[in-house]
């Protein structure tokens, strides 16, 4: 039997899901995109080496940050189709992965920076 987590965890996944393939042209995508802005203009203050995009979805926040060959870049979403049209988008740019932002596949201290634009409120224990 699922629990109150995994039910909220399987909701995000189906409607996530649903909605990838015309994400970026819906209010979700839009509402999503008013604040990439801001976070550019935060990133090119400071200085890193690694970023981390979680709940990356298509990937747009993560085509818009300019590469350089010394930065890591890499997404997680849940969405494995979220995840696939970001990879058409990104290419071999960035490092995507499906996984639960609960649970990152990564090792503690990877990343300078993580970024969360609009996906923390999906989060069943977003602390």
Not at 33 to 48: A, D, F, H, N, Q
Not at 98 to 118: A, H, Q, R, Y
Request: aromatic share 8%; hydrophobic share 35%.
């Amino acid at each position: 039997m699922l629990n109150n987590t995994d039910i909220i965890k399987e909701k995000s996944l189906k409607t996530f899901n649903a909605q990838a393939d015309c994400y970026d042209t819906t209010f979700n995508g839009k509402h999503s995109s008013k604040i990439y802005g801001m976070v550019l203009e935060k990133l090119s203050t400071i200085k890193y080496k690694s970023i981390l995009d979680i709940g990356c979805g298509t990937g747009n926040m993560l085509s818009m940050i300019p590469k350089k060959e010394d930065i890591t870049f890499c997404g997680l979403d849940l969405s494995s189709e979220m995840i696939r049209v970001a990879k058409k988008k990104l290419n071999d740019d960035v490092a995507l992965k499906i996984g639960d932002s609960e649970n990152l596949p990564w090792d503690k201290n990877t990343f300078d920076v993580v970024l969360c634009i609009d996906s923390f409120h999906c989060y069943p224990k977003p602390i």
